[in-house]
T-cell receptor, first 114, second 112 residues
Framework: SQQGEEDPQALSIQEGENATMNCSYK?????LQWYRQNSGRGLVHLIL?????REKHSGRLRVTLDTSKKSSSLLITASRAADTASYFC??????????????FGRGTSLIVHP | DAGVTQSPTHLIKTRGQQVTLRCSPK?????VSWYQQALGQGPQFIFQ???????QRGNFPDRFSGHQFPNYSSELNVNALLLGDSALYLC???????????FGDGTRLSIL
């Protein structure tokens, strides 16, 4: 089963616009991560936000986390055609042995038109 | 500095066969995880290796097994292949089990 669920499933925008993707999850987490996947490639880690953080920025990316609503959002500002990709949220909780395993949602497919 | 490398990039097998996929982690990383990603889905965790031992396992049958070598590279073995095993198999490595993961580009496995 997939813990995180992204919304919308697909998003189509024009270059220069902002893109917002949402992620909802069901159980308590230690952190939430966002990844990007270009077609046919592996995932690239974008940003990690811990459960005690509410907002985090990295370049044109802004991530928020609301643990009371069990939701997160990823905002990409001033989008570029190169941002076209699938975006996944991954929730993680500590497992035995000190590791934690990210559980991925189905992703949001973002298309940015030049 | 090479990232995570996987081989082969593509593989075609028939039902009932066995397959071995290989992964070399990013330099300095000692934790390797394997994921299965079906078309249009997110990655599903198969298992994680650390210090040459399987530390965590997802909801996959025993047909899926793995190994980690002293140089931290890893193999994923799948026996008695089924049509439903067709997927992109991703390997990810991290500095420690609790750090963010770096992914390879995957092996595309097609079962005929």
């Amino acid at each position: 089963s997939q813990q995180g669920e992204e919304d919308p499933q697909a998003l189509s925008i024009q270059e220069g616009e902002n893109a917002t993707m949402n992620c909802s999850y069901k159980t308590s987490i230690n952190n939430l991560q966002w990844y990007r996947q270009n077609s046919g490639r592996g995932l690239v880690h974008l940003i990690l936000i811990r459960s005690n953080e509410r907002e985090k920025h990295s370049g044109r990316l802004r991530v928020t986390l609301d643990t009371s609503k069990k939701s997160s959002s990823l905002l990409i500002t001033a989008s570029r055609a190169a941002d076209t990709a699938s975006y996944f949220c991954a929730t993680a909780a500590y497992a035995s042995g000190g590791s934690y395993i990210p559980t991925f949602g189905r992703g949001t497919s973002l298309i940015v038109h030049p | 500095d090479a990232g995570v490398t996987q081989s082969p990039t593509h593989l075609i097998k028939t039902r009932g066969q066995q397959v071995t996929l290989r992964c070399s982690p990013k330099s300095g990383h000692d934790t390797v995880s394997w994921y299965q990603q079906a078309l249009g889905q997110g990655p599903q965790f198969i298992f994680q290796y650390y210090e040459e031992e399987e530390r965590q396992r997802g909801n996959f049958p025993d047909r899926f097994s793995g190994h980690q070598f002293p140089n931290y590279s890893s193999e994923l073995n799948v026996n008695a292949l089924l049509l439903g095993d067709s997927a992109l198999y991703l390997c990810a490595s991290s500095l420690t089990p609790s750090q963010p993961q770096h992914f390879g580009d995957g092996t595309r496995l097609s079962i005929l």
